[in-house]
Structure formats: structure tokens, C-alpha cells
């Protein structure tokens, strides 16, 4: 009943992707690979899993919302629109039609850092899948026009108008990160992009974006499942070896940065006030970023965690609270989002939140906490290994961050490390610095809004 | 910069060519102009699934599946929302309130505990079942299932957590007023399950109700209906079937069951059959867009037309390339999706076909609506349209089976209509056998034109003018306040 193809997700919101709890009992975990690279630079990985007789083809295009320029917000997600209007020997609607006929799937989404496209369906439609992908790589700029942009970006719009203006609370997020990234910073900027962005967009940009990114040397093709290795090996070599590898490409280099302490408000239509503090935070895999990701489940993870027990249970000040560690490729922010219930203002809430901040940055989590936090990552981590679709999107995902596609032992080992001096440390050294404090409040009632104070 | 690019591709398909994967894959002879052709995809296996009952009535139901040293426990106790009765919320209410401390521990400790195994266990409701899922390594499954036996058998009830579990639900019903869709949701059922059918009101209560739940209520309503005979466990993972069964035996062997048992209410109405079209226009001023439900009373999960249906449903808003999605986001531009779908129901549920559209759009977004819907019922469906239908939902079952939790969701949600997990190698025929013919016939019989239920939510002074031109039958108005009642 629920179609939502194409959608976006914004990496702000992304859970914690972290390894398993197998290696507790003494065996490394590991996800087998076989990794090609063809000599126009498509790097291929595939990992057999023959648990069910399906397939997932699992594309990234190292380009997201950070490599827009300035005016064109937005860009990089409607252009993944773009990718299913057909190409030469696939014209629309073929892509969709010729997957659903085979009893597949697809679904593509655009992050800051990168844009993906994956199928998922039986095992005997993968040349099809491969096939698909080749042609829109190598043959879709000759079958782009005016018409299909001009539509998709009527859909990218209704997009927007759905998952963000008519949501309660939908505006917060592309506000907060203009008040953390400072201007022309790739981060600095939503990955829906503004309506008068969207509008500006022209097929000129669009054969330019797909001329500088949309390269064989700037993806990366996993395919995980109910297949042979080295048959997959041909049929890729076969599909895509034609395709000309692209220029070289200019990664953007944002300088380094100081959040200055920052108060917003906006006005909502919305029953409760709701508050949103965001910190400067660190790059993913980078040396605090594993000890953050355990802050923030000592902060909010559980129903005995540390906010959620203060605003939640004991004070009954707010309907919920979430506190997450959001790094990325270049940067990262932390962000700490609690609800008032009826009848308080964001200050009360402030607060304690800010008692708690200081009390977990004076005297550190309880070896008990840190160890709940350890073992609730990683069985979050063991359930995800059940999807080939997901173990694909992670070796895309390790290999673009590390180099290394099978990172599923490393990245538990991080969380291993970490101590409550670490935990101690960073709540210190990143959550009692200067802030973004921003509310959303009731139309008109401005005085509920959380007013100007660093932690002290 | 061009020539240069052109030499790279050459040099690319020389050194490709020379590989001994692309000769095995006959690199020269590959005609890109047309796709692959598709190998024959396996006749459909499902995994085994063996049953047994403990001396008390408790049912179990084994599937072995070692993939993962991982186990899925799910246990259901029979009933579901239509225990409610007078008391909308109640059933989904206990759900809740089992996860807030149990046997020695409070709420805190057990989520602690849980949590330092590495185990998820959640609780809800549904219509038809309350439903409580335990996810665990193996090696921790023992030390988990004590801590689900204590939820399921001694939940603490304490007055205190219940009052804050009750104002935590009060304030997410508050909260329902600012979503669009959630109120569009509420009116429409409430239009169409008419007052005294368990569909009437919300799965999730009220506000009126919600204010009424005390413990009492809530202890009263666990001993009437958390009982052995209710009670079914599946347990998919890394373990057999006797191990399963002698670990559930151990904590849910001597289950006891005391007192009057709890029971739906009869069902005294039907489901609303309108004359004509009814539209109802719900007002959110400032609204960037207009939620859309068009819908009908649906029909049994046991219908020998289910395949049918099923099939239709695809071609006509169950798909990407369906019909509707096609018209209104690919063609028009209105949406970013429209969609439809029947709810399957142990009582018949409903039709509905929905968007979110553009506020200057949502007249035409209607004609667009009952234009497909006319259409699928006046003409045969083309066979390709068919064909690609069929396959999709043949073809995608396998991948509803790869993990633990979706094995257990397949054998219950088959269980509930008294299905067998084989049921679905039988689905799979009947999906082939689906013509043209019968998919024009469960159109024209379940699909809703002259006498359905318009619901629309949106900024009425911009949308109003134009659904009234349209003429579709009368216009009555609901304020949020009447669907969200405080």
C-alpha cells in the first residue's frame, strides 16, 4: 500500500550502523568479497549469499547535496530523479516496467556524500539489473530533454511539499544546518534543496552534473546474493567496459571551522513546542566518532538512558528525546531534539538537559552503561546482517569511507575501544562548546522558545 | 578533451576484451539493444514449519533457519483491538504497559537487562492480535525468554507507570492534529465503519478513552485474555524444534489461566454502503498540499477472488508503474505517489486509493483518481500490463522470506485467516491463472465509483471552489476538532 520510491534520506537521520555481536563469541565477523576493477575504473564488489535465491545490485555514485554549487540546492537529489527517465536502449518507462515484469524492486536515494540506486529481486534477473544500470551510466545523456526535467522537478517539489513543509517540525532541519555550516560550506545547505533552487535547474546543468560525476571511475557496483562471483565478474566486464571513464574530479575542501552559540526560532503549525541543540561534531570513522555514537546512547538510546530518564520519566517534562551523532565524509554535527509536553516551555527543558550534559561530562557513564551501549550496537548491527540489500549498501558504504569493503570487524573493534573516560571526554570537549539552539513553536507563542546559554 | 576521452574508451575495450571473464561472457557478441532475457526463477520453496501444543493450549510453531546465530520468538495473543469494547486504545494500551517493569524488575532494569543481552523486545497490537517479539543472539536466547516470561505473565501494572505511560499517549494524540494524513486517516474511518464496529474508532484510542485507562483496567484486561489457550508462540532461528518447544515449556508449561475470559464485542453494524458519493473536506489552512482518500468497504481475506484482487490492485495504484502512480506523479506531475490497496481484515476492511497532492491541483488530482478507477472497470487491462502484475507479485515472495522476522511475519499473518505458510505455493498458481477478464470483474465489483467515500484534507478556501465544480456529489465539512477530539 505504501509506495515511496526514490525517496530521500537525509544522513542527519541516520541510525547507527554498527558491527556484530558474532565476534563475541571468539570468531571474526566476516563478509566475503571478490572485488574487480575494470580498466575505465568501475570498481566492482560482489559477496555470494545464497540464503535466498535473490539478488541486490547495489550502485554509489561518490557525488551527493555536498558537491552542489551555489544556486542549485537540491540538485544532486533531482537528478537522481533523472537516472529512471529512460535511456537509449531502456526509454522511459522501461526501467520501472522491465523490473516489475521480473518481479524486482528499486529504489535509489541522495545523501550529502553520495547518491545510491539498488534492485533487489530473483537471482535470474540480475543481467537485467546490470544491464539497466549500464545503459543509464554509459547511454541516458542523448535521451535527456526539457519535458522529463521539467516533470521531475515537479515531483522533487511535491516531494518536498510532503516530506518537509506539510510536516509539523518538516523545516527544522534545513535551518539548523544553515546555523551550523557556515556559508558556501557543502554542508550548509538541505539535500531537498529550495523551491527557487529546484526552479532554477536547467538540462545545461543537468548534462554538466552527468558529465562530471556520473563516470565509471566515480562508482562503485556491489551485488550480493544467490550469484557466482566470477560469472558476475564477466557480465559486468561484458555490460560496462564500452563506457569511457570520466575526467578526473574536484572533491569539495571545506576550511575548518567554529560554530558561534546561534538562537533561532520559527513558528509552526504544531500542538508542542519542540527544541533542537546542535554541536560542531567530527568526521565519520574519525578518532571520537565511535565514542560519540556511545555518548548518544548513554544520552537517549534506551528507556533507562540518561535524558530520556531526566525529561521523559522523572521530570515528565517531555513527550521524548533523541539525542544522535551525525558525522559524515568531510564533518559532522551532534544533535540533541526533545519535545515539550503541554504546558512547558523549551527553557524548563533546556535545563535539564544541560544538568545532564555537565553531570555525564563531570563523572563519565557507569561501566554498566558502557557496556549496555556496546551491546545494544551490536546487536542492532547483527540484525541488519540478515539483508543481502543491506550488507550490499555497507560494503559500498565501508569501501567509499575506508577503502576496505569488508570494515565489519574494524568498525566493532572501534566501539570495543572506547571507554567512559572517552565517553567523559567528548561530552566535555564537543557538547559544552558553542551551540545552535533552535525552536519550533505554536504560531504565536514565541515566549515558549528556548532563550540564549551555553552549558556552563 | 573529446579525442582524448575517446582513445580511454578504446584502450578500455581492448584491455576488457582481452580478459578471460569477458571472452567466457562473449564481450563481442553482446546486443545491447535489447534486455536480457531473464533465467527461469525456481519453483517456490518455504520454509517447513512444525507445530506443537504445550498440555495448557499454548501453541508453537518451529521453523528451523541457521543463517545467523540469531533467534525471532513471536508470541500472539489472540483478540486483538476488538477486545476494546468501550474502551478505545485499551488493548494497544497493555501492550505498552507489559514492557514497564515485570516480575522483580521495573521498567528501568528491564530495559537495562534486555539491553545488556543484546535483546529487542516489543510489544503492540493489532486488530486482531497483541503481538510480543523477542530478537536475541542465540547464545543469550535462555536468560531473554526468562525476561519475556516475566513480561508476559507477571508485568508490574504500577499505578504511577501507568498514569505516565497515559500522558505520554494523551500528548501523542495531541499531537495528531498537526498531521495532515493522520487526520485524514481518522475521519475516513470513522466515516466508514460506523459507530459500533470495531473499526469505528481508533486502533490507538482516543482522547476521551485514553483519559479513562487506570491499572485496574489494565489488570483486569491481562488476566481476561493473556492466557494459555490465547496464546501462540513462532519461533524462528538457530535452534529445532524440540529445543524450542522445551524452552517454552519450562516458562509457559504451567500457565494458568483464571477468571472470565474477554471477548470482542458482537459486531452489530456494517460497514458504511453510501447511496451516492459522500465527500468530506477536512480544513488545515496554510496546507502546501491536499491529503486525498477515496475508499469503499473492502472484502474478506478469504475471498476465492483474493488473487484476482491482488492483481488488479497492482495495475492499478499497488506498483511503481501502476496506473495511478504513472498518471498522477510521472504524466501530471501532481504527487510524489499515489498509491491503493485493500486492508486485509479478519472483518472485510477497506478500499482506499490515496495521494498527497499539490494544493492548486487537488480538483484535477480527482478526475485523475476516478478517471483510472473508471477506467480499470470500463476496459480490459492490456496483457503486458497483466503479465508484468502477475510477476511482480510472483516473483517477489522469495524476498519476503530472507530474514528471521520476515519468516515469522509471513507464517502470521497467514495464521491469522487459519493459512498454512504453503498457502502461498497455492498463491502463486492462482496469481497465474488471473486473466484480463477477471481482473475487469473484481474491478467493477470492488472498485468504488458512483457511492464512495471522499475524504479530503487541505486549505478548503483554495481547494473548495474546485471539488465543488466538479460536482461529485454532496459536500459536508468535519473540523479537526471532531476527528482529534480533545
Known sequence: MNVHPRALRLAAAAMLALPTALAAQGTPLRVPFVIDTLPNGLTLIVHEDHSVPTVTTNVWYHVGSGDEKVGRTGFAHLFEHLMFMGSQNAPYPQFDRLLEAAGANNNGSTNPDRTNYYEEGPAGALPLMLWLEADRLGWMLETMDEPKVDLQRDVVKNERRQSYENQPYGLAFENLVTAIYPAGHPYSWSTIGSMADLSAASLDDVKDFFRTYYAPN?????????????????????????????????????????????????????????????????????????????????????????????????????????????????????????????????????????????????????????????????????????????????????????????FFQRDLDRYRAVTAADVQRVVRDYLLRSRVTLSVVPQGRIELAATRGVVQ | MTRRLELLARAALVAASLTPAALSAQAGAFDRSRPPALAPAPALTVPTVRTARLDNGVGIRVVEHRELPLVHVTLQIAGGGRLDRDTPGLTSFVATMIREGAGARDANALQSELAFLGAALNAGADWDNTSITLRVARRNLEPALDLMADVVLRPLFNAADVRRQRDLRLAGLLQQKDQPRALASLAFNTLLFPDGHPYHRPLGGDSASTAQLDSAMVRNFHAGTFRPGRATFTVVGDLGDTEARALLGQRFGSWPASGPERTPAPVLVQPTRNQARNVVLVDKPGAAQSVIMIGAPGVERTSPDFAAIQVMNTILGGSFSSRLNSNLRETKGYTYGANSGFQWRPLPGAFVASSDVRTNVTDSSLVEFFGEMNRIRDSLVAPDELARAKAYLRLGIPGDLESTAQIAGQVTALAAFNLPLTWLQEYVARVDAVTVEDVQRVARRFIPVATPTVVVVGDLEKIRPGIEALNLGQITTMAVAEIAKE
Do not use: C
Open chain 1, 218 to 406: 566515480n562508482a562503485t557496483i556491489v551485488v550480493a546474493g544467490a550469484v557466482r562471483a566470477d560469472s558476475v565478474k564477466a557480465l559486468v566486464r561484458q555490460m560496462f567496459s564500452e563506457i569511457p571513464r570520466g575526467p578526473a574530479i574536484t572533491r569539495p575542501t571545506p576550511a575548518p571551522f567554529t560554530l558561534r552559540d546561534t538562537v533561532i526560532v520559527l513558528q509552526d503549525r504544531v500542538q508542542l513546542p519542540r527544541v533542537y541543540l546542535a554541536w560542531h561534531g567530527v568526521r565519520e570513522y574519525s578518532a571520537d566518532d565511535a565514542a560519540l555514537d556511545i555518548a548518544s546512547y548513554v544520552l537517549s538510546g534506551a528507556r533507562n538512558s540518561r535524558l530520556t530518564q531526566a525529561l521523559v520519566f522523572n521530570s515528565e517534562l517531555a513527550t521524548g528525546v533523541n539525542a544522535f551523532n551525525a558525522s559524515k565524509r568531510l564533518d559532522g554535527d551532534f544533535m540533541v531534539i526533545a519535545t515539550a509536553r503541554p504546558g512547558h516551555a523549551l527553557d524548563t527543558l533546556k535545563t535539564v538537559i544541560d544538568a545532564e550534559l555537565r553531570r555525564l561530562a563531570a563523572s563519565g557513564p557507569t561501566a554498566r552503561e558502557i557496556e549496555q551501549a556496546k551491546n545494544a550496537i551490536e546487536a542492532q548491527f547483527l540484525n541488519r546482517l540478515e539483508f543481502a540489500s543491506a550488507k550490499a549498501d555497507q560494503l559500498n558504504s565501508y569501501h567509499y569511507a575506508t577503502g576496505q569493503p569488508d
